[in-house]
Every structure is written in C-alpha cells, then in structure tokens.
C-alpha cells in the first residue's frame, strides 16, 4: 500500500527532475547558432524585388483563403549559359 507521504515524496522529486531539466535545456538552447546565408543589399545583388500585396474589401484573406500564398522565386540556368537564371513572381505585380 503506497501512504500519502511516500506520494508526497514521489510528486517532489518529480518536480525537482522536472525543474532541473528545464533549466538544462534553456541553458544549453540558448548558444548562438551560425548562420547559413548573409542578407546583402539590393545595390550589391542587382536585385529589388517586393511581393506587396494590397488588401481590399473584396479581396482579403477572408475572402481568398490563398491570398499570401503564390509569390515565389526559381532559380535555375533557362537560356543555357551556364549561369543561374532567377525568375521571381509576385501576387499582384508582374513577374
């Protein structure tokens, strides 16, 4: 038969793993990751380029459950140069 003190017991314990792995994750989750890519300017890149989207009263995301989705961006060698092409789209601007 288990007595309340020895559920007493069980249920702090468990609390005290429970604290401690919180903190151990959040001490060690912390460390700064490296990043994969570096954000260059317009002016080095050549590119400028904005997906803006306008929002009216008919044409909204409650109205048009896609309505941020489909702007994108492809990148691939289409005029056989050797060099790689990059086509964005946007939602309401031409490509």
């Keep these: 038969m288990v007595t309340r003190t ?6 702090q314990n468990s609390a005290r793993y429970f604290l401690l792995a919180t903190a151990f994750i959040f001490r060690f ?8 890519f570096d954000l ?6 050549g590119i400028s ?9 008919n044409l909204n995301v409650m109205a048009y ?3 941020y989705n489909g702007g994108g961006v492809a990148v ?3 005029n056989n140069d050797g060099l790689p ?3 964005f789209t946007a939602n309401m601007k031409p490509n």
């Design 6 to 11: 020895t559920n007493c017991k069980l249920l």
């Design 29 to 36: 989750s912390n460390a700064e990751a490296q990043t994969l």
């Design 40 to 45: 260059l300017p317009s002016k080095e890149t």
């Design 49 to 57: 380029f904005s997906n803006t989207l306008n929002e009216t009263e």
């Design 65 to 67: 459950e896609y309505f």
């Design 76 to 78: 691939g060698d289409i």
């Design 85 to 87: 092409d990059i086509y």
